[in-house]
């Protein structure tokens, strides 16, 4: 049966958390239009006029995608070359979806995201519904055809994986800005001293290439590990700007809620580096330079301001 315009429109107004559930559960803008797209297949398909509440069929459709996907997506990660980070979104980006609580904003923050990979698909589904959309507990069993016990216990064991991992904590963007400045003064100093003052003690530094940009495969360990590599980064070359297509731009910005550089050249971003900042310093530093992973950055970048670039490196 042929959908109304008023079907088009019903599914329209949902694009934007559907959307948005889909990139907390996939870690990718992509992945998440695609499993969006299908859903809306399936609703093109399906008898719309004999669905009682289209948002939780919807819901269920493409948490269901989202859960099929996951499951390929393991064994994919396993022959990933190198280490595997989610797709980083600039500040006002909509598949970012609400922002109105702290859990909200938490869930979709580059830590929490990288921290949703130790989870399994159904804890990770329970989680992002729970965590994120305040699904009631019935609802979520629904969605998932398992018991609302079932799904109080997994979201209690979801929550409890997530919490052991996290050590983000809340900032304004003023103060987001200032850390950014402070970090690259210092890791363009040419020392290491002032960037393992800045760092927590057991700080980490992790690099996604996917195999296209040179990326180390185990993360970088500890506050002075992580301030050589640092340094050495931002460090001037010729080979460095060959193989990212020139010198890049450097500019302060905001990516998941949080601080971040953003690298670019002749518009196109060509690293996301994002700072997870805790009340005893920057406790990890997640590079996404994987150009299969920056094309939304790209985008977003080209449609907002972003003022003059800190300095140009390499």
């Not at 990979?117 to 609802?139: G, I, M, Q, T």
């Not at 304004?172 to 400045?181: C, K, Q, S």
């Not at 940009?213 to 980064?233: D, N, S, T, W």
Request: with cysteine; aromatic share 6%.
């Amino acid at each position: 049966m042929a959908l109304t315009m008023d079907d088009v429109d019903r599914f329209e107004a949902a694009r934007p958390r559907l959307e948005a559930i889909a990139y907390r559960m996939l870690g990718s803008a992509g992945e998440a239009e695609d499993a969006v797209q299908e859903t809306f297949l399936r609703w093109q398909a399906g008898d719309v006029g004999r669905i009682e509440v289209p948002e939780a069929w919807l819901t269920k459709v493409l948490t269901n995608l989202c859960l099929n996907q996951l499951t390929s997506a393991r064994a994919r990660r396993e022959t990933y070359v190198g280490q595997w980070l989610p797709e980083p979104l600039l500040e006002g980006d909509p598949m970012l979806g609400p922002a109105d609580t702290v859990e909200q904003r938490e869930s979709v923050s580059y830590a929490v995201l990288a921290l949703l990979e130790r989870l399994s698909p159904n804890e990770r589904a329970v989680y992002v519904l729970r965590e994120a959309f305040a699904y009631a507990h019935r609802e979520i069993a629904e969605i998932l055809d398992i018991s609302e016990v079932s799904a109080q216990q997994i979201f209690h064991r979801a929550k409890k994986h997530i919490a052991e991992g996290k050590t983000r904590t809340e900032i304004d963007e003023a103060a987001a800005r200032r850390i950014v400045d402070e970090f690259l003064a210092a890791a363009t100093s040419g020392r290491t001293e002032p960037l393992v003052r800045l760092l927590t003690q057991d700080a980490i530094s992790v690099g996604d290439g996917g195999g296209k940009i040179p990326a180390r495969a185990k993360a970088f360990e500890g506050a002075v590990a992580v301030a050589k590599f640092l340094r050495g980064l931002f460090k001037p070359g010729k080979a460095k700007r060959d193989l990212i297509g020139g010198a890049a731009e450097v500019y302060a910005a905001t990516a998941n809620g949080g601080p971040a550089v953003v690298a670019v050249v002749d518009g196109r971003v060509v690293g996301v580096m994002c700072l997870e900042v805790t009340s005893e310093g920057i406790a990890a530093v997640r590079n996404q330079v994987n150009p299969d992973k920056l094309g939304r950055a790209t985008e977003r970048w080209a449609a907002c301001e972003h003022g003059e670039p800190l300095f140009t490196a390499f």
